[in-house]
Nanobody
Framework: QVQLVESGGGLVQPGGSLRLSCAAS????????MGWYRQAPGKDRVFVAR???????VYADSVKGRFTISRDNAKNTVSLQMNSLKPEDTAVYYC??????????WGQGTQVTVSS
C-alpha cells in the first residue's frame, strides 16, 4: 500500500556521514523526478534535493556541496549520501516525487539525528 519506504537514518556526530535509501514503486519511479524532503521538529517539511529520470540533480542551498542524490532506475531506488552533517540537518527525511502531488502519499520517513 505504501509505495515509498525510506531507510538508513540514525544518530551521527557532526561532521559524520549517512546514506539514506528510498524504495519506490515502479509506477512512481518510472515517470517522475524524485526528491528528498525533510522536516525538523516544529518546522515545515522542506525540499532537500531532486533528481530527474535522466539523472539531473538540484539541491537546496543548505545542502549543496555536502549531499548527493542518486537513483537506480533498474531497482526503483533513490539514495541520498549525506556528508559533513550538521546539527541543523536533524530531521525526519522523506522521499517523494518532485514536485509532490495530492494523490501520492508520504512514507514514514527515516530519522536523522546529528548530535555530539
Amino acid at each position: 500500500q505504501v509505495q515509498l519506504v525510506e531507510s538508513g537514518g540514525g544518530l551521527v556526530q557532526p561532521g559524520g556521514s549517512l546514506r539514506l535509501s528510498c524504495a519506490a514503486s515502479g509506477s512512481i519511479f518510472s515517470f517522475n523526478t524524485m526528491g528528498w524532503y525533510r522536516q525538523a521538529p516544529g518546522k515545515d517539511r522542506v525540499f532537500v534535493a531532486r533528481i530527474t529520470t535522466g539523472g539531473y540533480a538540484v539541491y537546496a542551498d543548505s545542502v549543496k556541496g555536502r549531499f548527493t542524490i542518486s537513483r537506480d532506475n533498474a531497482k526503483n531506488t533513490v539514495s541520498l549520501q549525506m556528508n559533513s552533517l550538521k546539527p541543523e540537518d536533524t530531521a525526519v527525511y522523506y522521499c517523494n516525487t518532485a514536485p509532490v502531488t495530492d494523490f501520492q502519499p508520504w512514507g514514514q520517513g527515516t530519522q536523522v539525528t546529528v548530535s555530539s
